[in-house]
Nanobody
Framework: QVQLVESGGGLVQPGGSLTLSCAAS????????MAWYRQAPGKERELVAV???????NSADSVKGRFTISRDNAKNTVYLRMNNLKPEDTAVYYC?????????WGQGTQVTVSS
């Protein structure tokens, strides 16, 4: 089992960039499929991007070409590089780890895009 801690959120102007990190403690991180979700006020949580244990990636249409998910198994960390941020990207961003029947979440990190 792993425990997740997100970091890197903050306030950024439209067009700016941020990189979120999700550090995992525990064993066998490389076996987990990792994902970033976000939840804006009054909206449901939505999938932003996913990276499988094998390194395949996919992302939501709303962030394609702007956000990149990556992982460093040696550091037990998954990243979300966010470029050209828009006000509609404002949300709490959550890290998720999934392996077989095990599914766990981090506590979230706030990203606010505003001038």
């Amino acid at each position: 089992q792993v425990q997740l801690v997100e970091s890197g959120g903050g306030l950024v102007q439209p067009g700016g960039s941020l990189t979120l990190s999700c550090a995992a403690s525990g064993n066998f991180f490389s076996l987990y499929h990792m994902a970033w979700y976000r939840q804006a006020p009054g909206k449901e949580r939505e999938l932003v991007a996913v990276i499988t244990s094998g390194g395949s990636t996919n992302s939501a249409d709303s962030v394609k070409g702007r956000f990149t998910i990556s992982r460093d198994n040696a550091k037990n960390t998954v990243y979300l590089r966010m470029n050209n941020l828009k006000p509609e990207d404002t949300a709490v961003y959550y890290c998720n780890a999934q392996h077989l029947a095990y599914d766990t979440w981090g506590q979230g990190t706030q990203v606010t895009v505003s001038s």
